[in-house]
């Protein structure tokens, strides 16, 4: 049966430290981890030699991956700001570290064919979107859900599997443990989901035959007062996940910035590329919805059946206490629906995670593995 272990080390690379951490995952696992997931602040990359063979030498665990955070969760706790580590080690038949090629999936065969997996990449080095729409033809149906590297500028950004420093790294799991995945994207539809009849690139000049500009003012004022009071800064759009949908609800989206908006020319310009035919909405972010969309994505969560292990939380930089305005707000969520179980994550420069059947790359989302006992 797998099993799990999560710890924290607080402030700066201190070796010591990280050896107490090592002991301590040995001595909890009692046998040797197939491997372990680490977040660390950007001022570990220059010690990351010294820190993973500590944890492979001293804590019995057969690989290392991981990147440098923005801030990293562990536990029930949310360290936005600092320096630490967040480590998560597992044990069992729970996937085998691969590294991803670009143009195709995997450097090398890998054993199996993946229900699942886990991939962590940097924004800077790797081409993310191309290689999970490979994943999402090849494996269609299988879940992968990770997180971009953080931590400042791109010096200070790094993806690590044992001593190597790599652009991606991932775990496909082609095992009896596998992943349930839950997005939350804090957002909800507002206005009329229209069909993008003009696109270029990321332009967008028509929607449904009338200005792009004037559905997003059409939508803006659908609003309430209230709601009007905290729009700015929090509008999005949403491109439909799937069109078989006739009733569209959060989650049905993938929501992306609003970069810009001419009235004169009725364009909207966005963080992404929709396709005309394409299905488009937008959205509203706001603290009490983003609250709701977590507790329905963890609700729809089924576990039935399939005992948690442990959850790796992928959680974007622009949430945390200045948006929810209190501590600790997913760690606590996800703590509690997997029974306290190990838990370990960071906060991210963009959120890997599947909506309506395919894995994508989200913004201010909440995106998490749940590992369970098995897989139906």
């Keep these: 049966m797998p099993r799990a272990m999560s710890i924290s080390v607080p402030g700066t690379f201190r070796p010591e430290a990280v050896l107490d951490a090592a002991r301590k995952i040995r001595e909890s696992l009692s046998q040797p981890a197939r491997f372990a997931v680490a977040f660390v602040s950007p001022d570990y990359i220059p010690f990351l030699r010294e820190f993973i063979e500590t ?41 085998e570290p691969a590294l991803p090629e670009e143009g195709g999936l995997f450097q090398r065969p890998v054993p199996g064919r993946p229900h699942g997996g886990i991939l962590l990449a ?3 080095q790797f081409q993310t979107d191309e290689w999970l729409r490979e994943w999402n033809r090849e494996f269609p149906g299988a879940p992968c859900v990770g997180g971009l590297a953080s931590g400042g500028e791109e010096e200070e950004v790094a993806v690590f599997l044992n001593d190597r420093i790599v652009n991606a790294v991932v775990i496909p799991l082609c095992g009896t443990t596998g992943i349930i995945p839950v997005v939350s994207q804090g957002c909800r539809p507002i206005g009329e989901p229209l069909t993008v009849t003009r696109a270029e690139h990321n332009v967008v000049y028509s929607l449904g035959g009338q200005p792009a500009y004037e559905a997003l003012e059409s939508a803006f004022e659908s609003l309430s007062d209230s709601e009007k009071s905290v729009a700015k800064g929090n509008l999005f759009a949403g491109i439909a996940g799937t069109e078989y949908v006739e009733d569209f609800k959060p989650g049905d989206f993938l929501i992306r910035n609003i970069i810009g908006a001419d009235p004169g020319s009725g364009a909207v310009v966005i963080g992404g ?19 709701a969309d977590l507790n329905r994505a963890l609700a729809v969560a089924d576990l039935a059946g399939r005992r948690p292990v442990a959850t790796l939380l992928f959680s974007c930089l622009g949430r945390g206490a200045v948006f929810f305005g209190e501590p600790n707000h997913d ?11 190990p838990l370990a ?32």
């Design 122 to 124: 940097d924004p800077f």
């Design 345 to 376: 994550g960071f906060f991210s420069n963009g959120e890997i995670g599947p909506v309506g059947g395919r894995n994508a790359v989200h913004g201010f989302t909440a995106a998490a593995a749940i590992w369970v006992e098995k897989v139906h």
């Design 331 to 341: 760690a606590l969520r996800f703590s509690r629906a997997t029974g306290g179980k």
């Design 273 to 291: 590329i929709p396709r005309t035919g394409q299905t488009l909405q937008y959205q509203l972010r706001e603290r009490a919805i983003a609250q």
């Design 55 to 95: 944890l492979r030498v001293d804590g019995h665990i057969s690989d290392v991956i991981g990147c440098t955070a923005g801030g990293t969760i562990e536990g029930t706790q949310e360290t936005e700001q600092g320096s630490g580590c967040a480590i998560l080690a597992i044990v069992g038949d729970a996937g």
